[in-house]
């Protein structure tokens, strides 16, 4: 095996079926020594802002060189882009581009994107068919990029980084002892909400573990907070008894809220994206 082909990795909202299959039989069809993994097939169908915030989970967790396929794509067989972005770390994410580039757009950087050219790179034998391009087009791209059968050059015609459609991110601040941000992400399974707030800003502000912090979660045309409660800074669940709220330290080093063993997001109805904001004071 060559040592030196990236590995492909995929995350889509097909749920793990027979999609998710052909789009990794056609990466084998290119070439039997891709390595091609699963990130998540579990976006929320057509949710191109949860396909941003999962690509920018994992891409600091990978090799440079690494060539990731993101298809949530709502607007398959329209006029809509389809992409090959290279990231500034040297790494590839190929995507329809519908703002699921806007995380790593932000926190990583592109250093360039290409269209990809459908007389060339995609797959002969389907094109009569005009809605699967996760299989037609995006795995079978990605895998004649990571198997050398293509360069990046040979993707398709270069346009403007300032071009690329990105979703709206709501910068935090810290204003007169308030911290607020928006709402990043709801996790669905276990319930936990991230804000976009740096932890290191919790530093900077001299708030420790053990400090309360009265919290609240508001929906953007609504009055009333759809949360509001005193909740303290802790390191971990085991902080607090089941059924409490703690805020926390996320995985990717921001704010988050949770309740020990159960699904916050579930049980008040949260979400994530710009028109959902967090606000933090100290007690």
């Keep these: 095996m060559t040592a030196n082909k990236p ?12 999609s998710v299959c052909t789009m990794q039989g056609v990466c084998m069809m290119v070439d039997p020594e891709l390595k ?8 929320k169908s057509f949710d191109t802002y949860q396909a941003s915030t999962s690509l920018s989970f994992v891409i600091d967790f990978w090799p440079a060189g690494t060539v990731f396929v993101s298809v949530v794509d709502p607007g398959v067989g329209t006029s809509r882009r389809a992409c090959v972005a290279k990231l500034s770390n040297g790494s ?5 581009d519908n703002g699921s580039l806007t995380h790593v757009k932000k926190y990583f950087g592109i250093d360039e994107v290409r269209v ?3 007389n060339v790179n995609r797959l002969k034998k389907t094109e009569k068919c005009n809605i699967f391009h996760g299989r037609d087009l995006f795995a ?3 895998a004649k990029l990571a198997a050398g059968v293509i360069t990046y050059e ?3 015609e270069a346009y403007p980084v300032e071009e690329i459609i990105e979703h709206e991110i709501i910068p935090y601040k810290v204003e007169d002892g308030c911290i607020s941000g928006m709402i990043d992400t709801a996790d669905y399974h276990f319930g936990l909400i991230c804000s976009n707030i740096p932890a290191e800003v919790f530093e900077e502000e001299g708030i420790e573990y053990g400090d309360w912090m009265d919290v609240q979660i508001i929906k953007k045309g609504q009055e009333a907070p759809v949360y509001s409660q005193k909740v303290p800074f802790q390191p971990s669940f085991g902080a607090v008894a089941v059924g409490e709220p703690l805020l926390m330290v996320s995985e990717t080093l921001q704010i988050q809220i949770a309740i020990n063993s159960r699904n916050m997001s579930e ?3 949260i979400q994530g994206g710009p028109e959902w904001l967090m606000k933090l004071k100290k007690c």
């Design 116 to 118: 990809i050219d459908e």
């Design 140 to 142: 079978y791209c990605a």
């Design 7 to 18: 590995a492909i990795v995929m995350q889509t909202d097909f749920t793990k079926d027979i």
């Design 154 to 156: 040979e993707v398709g």
């Design 36 to 43: 091609v993994f699963d990130s998540t097939h579990e976006i």
């Design 92 to 96: 590839y994410v190929v995507t329809p």
């Design 267 to 269: 049980q008040y109805g």
